[in-house]
């Protein structure tokens, strides 16, 4: 029986390049795992049917680069990632509907913010990452939902005019953020959670 899913919940060594063997692997997920360390296996990218990857709380945790072979996996749709030392965040990772990145003190390429299949997007910038969010970041028609969390200041401006994310259901923003909120919303919303202390200005009249 060839696998469609592999799951872990503890691991002792470096991931295994042997699991590119599983051509017909369409979930991957590797969470809670303590010991993994080193680098991604660029063999990988030959799991082309592979549609969610999940690499989370992987404790001391893996580092280095996403392999530029891995924008080959043209099904992978869900992209989760946490505690994750990464050096960079590859441009293609704007291609991915749903997507979590959590534990590296890099920006994040404007691309994945103005992506037009990102649909679902958090953000856990427990190691700092730095979002500057682009002028036609405000016209995304797609995404639905944006959670941001950070333990440092990573937001320093959000764009004051949002109603123009007319696919926009819910936004947290969790964490320092100095700076006014938005003062135009989309009529879409759903639900607003905004829990920052350095937030300045006055409640939008659009919120109410």
């Known amino acids: 029986m060839i696998p469609e899913s592999v799951e872990s919940g503890n691991g002792t060594s470096s991931l295994s390049p042997a699991l590119s063997g599983l051509t ?21 990218s030959a799991l082309t049917k592979l549609t969610h990857l999940s690499l989370e709380f992987m404790y001391p945790g893996m580092t280095g680069t996403i392999p530029a072979s891995w924008s080959a996996l043209k099904s992978l749709k869900h992209f989760y990632m946490q505690v994750v030392k990464l050096t960079t965040i590859p441009v293609w990772l704007g291609n991915m509907e749903t997507m979590t990145l959590g534990g590296a003190a890099v920006p994040l390429p404007a691309e ?28 995304n028609r797609v995404i639905q939902a944006l959670y941001l969390q950070c333990n440092d200041v990573c937001i320093t401006a959000f764009p004051e005019d949002l109603s123009g994310m007319t696919s926009l259901l819910g936004i947290t923003v969790d964490g320092p953020f100095p700076g006014p909120m938005p003062t135009k919303w989309p009529t879409s919303m759903k639900a607003v959670t905004w829990m920052s202390d350095e937030t300045t200005g006055t409640l939008p009249p659009a919120l109410f």
Do not use: Q
């Not at 037009?116 to 970041?137: C, N, Q």
């Open 24 to 44: 017909e692997l369409t979930d991957l997920n590797l969470f809670y795992a303590k010991g993994y360390t080193g680098t991604f296996p660029e063999s990988w």
């Open 112 to 139: 994945i913010l103005t992506s037009k299949s990102l649909r679902e997007l958090t953000i856990y910038a427990v190691g700092g990452y730095h979002i500057d969010f682009p002028a036609d970041f405000a016209s």
